[in-house]
C-alpha cells in the first residue's frame, strides 16, 4: 500500500503537468481557436454563395480573394489616390488581316465597324474607370493605350491607327491583357472589378496559340472577367465557354454594338442607363 503523502504528490504533479501542457498548447498556437481568422474560416465557393457569375468571374467589390493579386515586398505599389473600387475594363481588338473583309457588316470592312463600335463603346464606360487598349495588328500585339482615366482621345486616336494584317494569337493577347489587369490590381490591393473585352473575328493557330490554357489560369486565379465578342463567327468558337466566359456571337453591326453594350450591363455595380446623357 503506499503511503498517502506519496500519493497527493503523484496527484499534485499529474495536475501540474497537465496545466503546464494546455498554457503551452494555447500559446503555441496549435489551439483551434487561436488560429486567424482567414485559416479558421472555410473558403465558400462562389456558385454555393448563389454568385450569378460565371465560374472565376466574380466581380470583386471587395478584395475577394487574398492570394490575387499577390502583394508583398517590391510588389506592393501605393494606389495613387484612386478609389479603392475602381473599374477596370482592358480592350483586346483583333487587327488581323480577315478584318478588311465585309462579312456581316453591311458592305464596310468589318474593322470600319468594330472601331465605330468600339468609339460608342468608350463613351459608355464610366469617367473614373480605367480603360486600356491592346491590338494585334500588322505591327504585332501590343498595349496601345495604358490601363487609366482621362485617355478616352489617346484610345480613340489609337482606333483609327490600326493596321489590318497578320494572323490571330488569342493566347497571347490574353496573357497580355491579363497581365496588364493583375499590375493594376496591385495598385488597388485587389479591390474594384476587372473585366478583360475580347473584339475578334478570327480562330487562333491551335498549335501555339489555343487560348484554352490562358483562359484557365485566368479563372483559376483572378476574379478577372472575360468577355468575348465573336464577330462573324457564330457559336462555334473556343472562347464560347458556357458559364465560364461570357460569349456574344455578333452577326451584324448592331449586334457587335449590343455586345460590348452588354459589358457594362454585366458589371453589377453599375446601372447602363446612369451613361446615357
Not at 484610345?155 to 497578320?166: N, S
Not at 490591393?189 to 487560348?211: C, K, Q, S
Request: include cysteine; charge should be negative.
Amino acid at each position: 500500500m503506499s503511503r498517502p503523502g506519496k500519493t497527493r504528490g503523484r496527484i499534485g504533479w499529474a495536475l501540474f503537468a497537465l496545466v503546464a501542457y494546455g498554457l503551452v498548447k494555447h500559446y503555441s498556437g496549435d489551439d483551434e481557436d487561436s488560429r486567424p481568422e482567414h485559416e479558421s474560416q472555410e473558403v465558400v465557393d462562389s456558385d454555393d454563395a448563389g454568385n450569378d457569375a460565371p465560374q472565376g468571374g466574380i466581380y470583386a467589390q471587395t478584395a475577394t480573394r487574398d492570394d490575387w493579386p499577390s502583394i508583398g515586398g517590391d510588389n506592393a505599389v501605393a494606389a495613387s489616390g484612386a478609389p479603392a473600387a475602381t473599374s477596370n475594363y482592358y480592350v483586346v481588338l483583333d487587327g488581323s488581316g480577315s478584318m478588311r473583309r465585309v462579312d456581316c457588316s453591311d458592305g464596310k470592312p468589318k474593322i470600319a465597324v468594330a472601331v465605330a463600335a468600339l468609339s460608342r463603346f468608350i463613351q459608355s464606360v464610366p469617367a473614373q474607370a480605367n480603360l486600356g487598349l491592346a491590338v494585334f495588328d500588322d505591327a504585332g500585339l501590343s498595349e496601345r493605350v495604358p490601363l487609366g482615366v482621362g485617355n478616352r482621345e489617346a484610345f480613340e486616336t489609337a482606333l483609327h491607327k490600326v493596321d489590318v494584317q497578320g494572323g490571330t494569337p488569342l493566347k497571347s493577347s490574353i496573357e497580355l491583357a491579363y497581365d496588364k489587369l493583375t499590375t493594376q490590381a496591385r495598385q488597388q490591393f485587389g479591390y474594384g472589378d476587372y473585366h478583360l473585352v475580347l473584339v475578334t473575328d478570327g480562330y487562333p493557330d491551335p498549335a501555339r496559340e489555343d487560348p484554352a490554357e490562358a483562359v484557365d489560369k485566368l479563372l483559376q486565379n483572378s476574379p478577372v472577367v472575360l468577355h468575348t465578342i465573336g464577330f462573324c463567327l457564330g457559336e462555334d468558337h473556343v472562347l464560347n465557354q458556357p458559364g465560364r466566359v461570357y460569349y456574344t456571337a455578333a452577326d451584324s453591326p448592331e449586334q457587335l454594338s449590343a455586345g460590348l453594350g452588354n459589358v457594362l450591363a454585366e458589371a453589377p455595380a453599375f446601372d447602363v442607363s446612369d451613361f446615357q446623357e
